[in-house]
């Protein structure tokens, strides 16, 4: 009500005290609102290539496995993807791969905290230094993550995308981002891009988009974001209850750690798990059932051979996983896996 009788829409304060109050929780000196996770990462991009640090068919190595719009904010930026395939343990892009897939043409290793899990090593860290790599973070999954003990990145270049789609762990009613950084030219860059690239008002200094948080949108998240924490905390314990809990040899749980956004369960009988838990009204989701490679929209990869990908996409079946599951749920949902053959 307070924005709306306000009059102001866009660009208020609200989006100013949202954007002070996330740089502050993650950690970092900027953070510039946008209009969806995509165009975080897209602006990123945009932003270092209007600063001459990334051109026109430079690689950008990135996990196999990970949600298309990841993919999309490269090649849209007429950059090429490098895929790398995750670790099995734990789904995050597998560090002892990524120096054989860099080449002379790689300018930036884009990592993405997939399903809420640290994807950010100290081999991913000093590879980024040795070979002046940007280090760009796909964190739409992960808030929260940046608080947990993580390698420092130094004087590396680089930025996190957040999404803040209703289903993340800090979700918006609508549509919004954010980019955080600790580079301050970036920043500044990426503030005018989503802006219509305006420096000053009609002041157009480079090509840009509309890409903007509104003030309402801002004004939930500041709420929500006081929340953060323990959702998260209510996460991990339904996620430590579901790990000590199920007991059946033909499920592979995942590993406890980061924020949980999501819980994927491996099976080899997939489908056919997710019948029989819908069968006993439990809804379950898949992310993803076709990997970015094998998308009609990138023909041009289906050559790759990523078999650990494929795998993952083939077998994950993501099990119920929010704050507001009861205890009795969750146990329900406990016996219910378990009792499947
Ligand atoms: C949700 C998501 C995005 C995109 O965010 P939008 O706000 O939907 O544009 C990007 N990457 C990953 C890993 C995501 O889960």
Known sequence: MTVIDSGRYLQGGRTALFEREFAAYTGHKFCVSTGCGLDSLSLIIKAYKELKLLNDGDEVIVPANTFIATILSITENRLTPVPVEPRISDFQIDDNLINEAVTARTKAVMIVHLYGYNALTE??????????LLLLQDCAQAHGLAKAPLPDAGNIR???AYSFYPGKNL???????AIVTDDEELANVARALANYGSTAKYVFKYRGANSRMDEISAAVLSVKLKYLDE?????QRIAEQYISGIRNESIVLPPLGGVHHIFPVLCKERDRLQ???QERGIQTLIHYPVPPHKQECY???ARFRLPITERI???ELSLPLNQALTDEEVTYIINAVNAFI
């Open 171 to 177: 979700g918006a009613l609508a549509d919004a981002g």
């Open 231 to 235: 959702d998260n905390r209510r996460r």
């Open 123 to 132: 081999r991913i860290v000093s590879i980024c230094k040795q070979r002046n």
């Open 313 to 315: 996409h083939r077998e």
């Open 158 to 160: 680089g930025a996190s």
């Open 275 to 277: 019948t029989y838990l």
């Open 299 to 301: 023909r041009e990869f």
